[in-house]
């Protein structure tokens, strides 16, 4: 672990010790809190600058858009990433920008917290139970209804998945609404979604014809990924191969590349970059299956709403795996290289 990290870690450590208790101060939500209150602005806040943490919030977002359709929706993110992956979305109002990195652009970050102190809302919703700024500005926003994150008892002993970084915030929201008296929801989670218009599928699908240049289907193959997340050169090369020997004869098999141009296979496949989100999302939204390693990528093939298969090094599927549209997180510490591709045939033959 390189020192940076290690100081980022134990800042995480100290900050979340010091914030975990904010909020426990508010009662839990009942009818006589809520019966007043009409919920049209909505403040939902994720301060993480990382496309993966982006695009995990929008199931939070189309559930508040489903529940309050006539709502506007501020969003309190990091970075500048957010406003690709919510450019289709209606309901969003203002997308509050934080600096990445607080110290280089001090009276922005600032005036960001400020804004949020003047502005009063119906209703705030962190997005991340682990977030100490998240807490902070949670408590900070002026709003009667305030949704800090934490899981409740009644919805862990309810849903075996409520550990999934996507999914607990929906059911959170759902909790403490049931506790205002709104119906009990209990319709499909949203799936991570990036509202491709069809133009956009339409140009994804010219991309992608121009590179494969025939009419088969397409498997799309993604060997990046950060530390020990990341798999070697050795285990894509014979995992490749195994690709290519079940598969090529019916698929097409191409690689999507990160900005760092780096392939763990050697550029063996056709392959394609894009820095646009959106057209990276629109391509991949015309192939098959997507498979990767644990990466912001990963997410936005989820997004893309196209079956993503994502390999584990590390135990932690049940947060951050890929679900819905026959989406798959496999563990390949306990899958083999022959298992995973087996999953993989499986999606592939399912019936539409």
Same mark, same amino acid.
């Given at each position: 672990?390189?020192?940076?990290?290690?100081?980022?870690?134990?800042?995480?450590?100290?900050?979340?010790?010091?914030?975990?208790?904010?909020?426990?101060?508010?009662?839990?939500?009942?009818?006589?809190?809520?019966?007043?209150?009409?919920?049209?602005?909505?403040?939902?806040?994720?301060?993480?600058?990382?496309?993966?943490?982006?695009?995990?919030?929008?199931?939070?977002?189309?559930?508040?858009?489903?529940?309050?359709?006539?709502?506007?929706?501020?969003?309190?993110?990091?970075?500048?990433?957010?406003?690709?992956?919510?450019?289709?979305?209606?309901?969003?109002?203002?997308?509050?920008?934080?600096?990445?990195?607080?110290?280089?652009?001090?009276?922005?970050?600032?005036?960001?917290?400020?804004? /949020?102190?003047?502005?009063?809302?119906?209703?705030?919703?962190?997005?991340?139970?682990?977030?100490?700024?998240?807490?902070?500005?949670?408590?900070?926003?002026?709003?009667?209804?305030?949704?800090?994150?934490?899981?409740?008892?009644?919805?862990?002993?309810?849903?075996?998945?409520?550990?999934?970084?996507?999914?607990?915030?929906?059911?959170?929201?759902?909790?403490?609404?049931?506790?205002?008296?709104?119906?009990?929801?209990?319709?499909?989670?949203?799936?991570?979604?990036?509202?491709?218009?069809?133009?956009?599928?339409?140009?994804?699908?010219?991309?992608?014809?121009?590179?494969?240049?025939?009419?088969?289907?397409?498997?799309?193959?993604?060997?990046?990924?950060?530390?020990?997340?990341?798999?070697?050169?050795?285990?894509?090369?014979?995992?490749?191969?195994?690709?290519?020997?079940?598969?090529?004869?019916?698929?097409?098999? /191409?690689?999507?590349?990160?900005?760092?141009? /780096?392939?763990?296979?050697?550029?063996?496949?056709?392959?394609?970059?894009?820095?646009?989100?959106?057209?990276?999302?629109?391509?991949?939204?015309?192939?098959?299956?997507?498979?990767?390693?644990?990466?912001?990528?990963?997410?936005?093939?989820?997004?893309?709403?196209?079956?993503?298969?994502?390999?584990?090094?590390?135990?932690?599927?049940?947060?951050?795996?890929?679900?819905?549209?026959?989406?798959?997180?496999?563990?390949?510490?306990?899958?083999?290289?022959?298992?995973?591709?087996?999953?993989?045939?499986?999606?592939?033959?399912?019936?539409?």
């Amino acid at each position: 672990m390189s020192f940076k990290s290690w100081v980022n870690q134990k800042r995480r450590l100290v900050m979340n010790a010091l914030t975990k208790r904010v909020g426990s101060s508010y009662l839990e939500p009942t009818l006589e809190v809520g019966k007043n209150i009409i919920i049209k602005k909505v403040l939902i806040i994720r301060p993480n600058h990382r496309l993966g943490n982006q695009l995990l919030t929008t199931p939070l977002v189309q559930e508040v858009e489903n529940t309050f359709p006539e709502c506007e929706i501020d969003l309190f993110v990091k970075g500048g990433v957010a406003y690709p992956v919510f450019e289709n979305y209606p309901s969003i109002n203002k997308i509050y920008q934080l600096p990445r990195k607080p110290f280089s652009n001090l009276f922005k970050y600032v005036m960001c917290w400020v804004s /949020i102190k003047r502005k009063r809302y119906d209703m705030v919703i962190n997005g991340d139970k682990d977030s100490s700024s998240g807490r902070l500005l949670t408590n900070l926003a002026k709003a009667p209804l305030k949704v800090f994150g934490d899981v409740h008892k009644d919805i862990q002993a309810r849903y075996d998945d409520y550990l999934h970084i996507s999914k607990y915030p929906v059911y959170n929201l759902r909790w403490y609404l049931s506790k205002l008296g709104y119906p009990e929801n209990n319709n499909p989670l949203p799936v991570l979604n990036l509202k491709l218009s069809v133009s956009e599928i339409s140009n994804g699908k010219q991309v992608l014809n121009n590179l494969v240049k025939n009419g088969k289907p397409t498997i799309c193959i993604y060997t990046n990924a950060t530390g020990n997340k990341c798999y070697s050169e050795e285990w894509w090369e014979s995992f490749y191969e195994k690709l290519k020997d079940n598969f090529s004869d019916t698929y097409n098999i /191409i690689e999507m590349l990160p900005i760092e141009n /780096i392939s763990k296979i050697n550029f063996k496949a056709p392959n394609f970059y894009s820095k646009d989100i959106r057209e990276m999302g629109a391509i991949i939204a015309n192939t098959s299956i997507f498979i990767a390693a644990d990466n912001g990528v990963m997410h936005l093939a989820s997004a893309a709403l196209i079956p993503t298969v994502g390999l584990f090094s590390r135990d932690n599927q049940a947060i951050y795996g890929p679900y819905g549209n026959g989406s798959l997180a496999l563990h390949t510490k306990v899958k083999s290289q022959e298992d995973c591709i087996t999953s993989i045939s499986s999606i592939l033959n399912a019936p539409i």
